[in-house]
């Protein structure tokens, strides 16, 4: 009697064993992306080279932290002169924030593997709060991190002067991302 | 009994409103494709897209009436090889009028940029985004673009010289001026 529980115990504590402790992003499985509208047009881009350091147990979600640090410079902005215009001092300001940051302050549980996830997006030197959904999908030793938001340009000064005009370039942009991850 | 040597009402209207889209679209494309990015040159790239969709929307009814429609004879002491060079030239504006704002639309998709003709419908993309593409559909659109230019030259040319040098009432045919009857 005394061993089967003892057993039972094993079998039930293995899986903790197992766990995985998600610290590596994937960068070819990975994408950051986002969609516009340009005289009503929809126009899709992305980010092509971004970093991240990661931190999130299945077991623990409260726990997890995230900080991703995307390159401005690898932008793909629909053309090549829109890539060229977004660097300039009216959009990025490129050379003086070649970066924007996120840095998460807080996870918080939803059920059913969706999970929100709060912190401070950091674009063109300016701070802002934001709180972005994300869906987790756990596999064999990768595991899927998807998340769409919408962040409004201008609260970024994101397209200044001229480029305020949002009914030219709208103000809303949906950004969507899938970080995939293995762990430890 | 007098003839009218007349085109039909609606054969004249369509006439006249496409020349009109299609003078505001020419060289709204040339001046527009050398400005730098911003929100203006957005704004008229978007009218020029439209203009074209018009234009496509219009040459299809237009295909329609000349289909279903004679067009008034020419006069009869007119020489064997204008009339033959009246029809081809004719028959190559009909066929730019379809095949321009169509490479401009396809352009456009391989470009990446879906056509939304007015801000609100949105034609479909018939091909996917691919740079090489576009700009060979950039360069073919051009093409296709002072082709028409010429051959407007020659139709207008021709017009003006049937018209003022022949002393034909040839611009009547299109509604300019009082109504011929001979």
């Known amino acids: 009697m005394r061993l089967t529980v003892l057993t039972l115990l094993a079998v039930l504590a293995a899986p903790a064993a197992h766990a995985v402790e998600y610290t590596t992003m994937l960068p070819k499985q990975s994408s950051i992306g986002f969609e516009f509208r340009q005289m009503g047009v929809p126009v899709k881009g992305s980010f092509k080279r971004f970093a991240t350091e990661m931190a999130f147990d299945p077991a623990r979600p409260e726990a997890a932290r995230a900080k991703i640090e995307i390159d401005l410079a690898s932008i793909d902005a629909g053309s090549s002169e829109a890539d060229d215009e977004s660097a300039g001092k009216l959009w990025f300001n490129r050379s003086v924030y070649p970066k924007a940051t996120f840095v998460s302050r807080e996870v918080r549980a939803l059920g059913n593997n969706r999970f929100e996830l709060r912190g401070t997006l950091t674009l063109k030197g300016k701070p802002r709060d934001m709180v972005i959904p994300v869906s987790y999908a756990p596999g064999r030793n990768t595991a899927t991190f998807d998340g769409s938001f919408v962040l409004k340009r201008l609260d970024f000064g994101i397209g200044e002067g001229m480029w305020a005009d949002v009914a030219t370039v709208a103000n809303e942009v949906q950004v969507k991302f899938r970080i995939a991850a293995t762990g430890k | ?182």
């Open chain 2, 1 to 182: 009994m007098s003839t009218v040597t007349r085109y039909t009402t609606p054969a004249i209207v369509l006439h006249w409103l496409m020349a009109l889209l299609i003078f505001a679209a020419f060289p709204l494309g040339v001046y527009m494709h050398e400005l730098p990015l911003s929100p203006d040159k957005l704004k008229l790239y978007s009218y020029h897209k439209w203009i074209g969709v018009s234009v496509f929307l219009l040459v299809a009814i237009r295909l329609g009436w000349r289909l279903t429609h004679t067009p008034p004879a020419l006069p009869g002491d007119i020489a064997a090889w204008q009339r033959r060079a009246s029809a081809v030239t004719h028959g190559l504006l009909y066929l730019l009028m379809i095949a321009i704002p169509l490479s401009g639309w396809l352009m456009s998709s391989a470009k990446g940029f879906q056509t939304v003709w007015f801000g609100v419908l949105p034609l479909p993309d018939l091909i996917e985004k691919n740079r090489e593409l576009g700009d060979l559909l950039a360069g073919v659109h051009k093409a296709l673009n002072f082709t028409l230019l010429g051959l407007v030259i020659l139709h207008v040319g021709a017009a003006l010289k049937h018209h003022f040098i022949e002393r034909r009432p040839f611009l009547q045919r299109m509604g300019l001026g009082r109504k011929e009857r001979t």
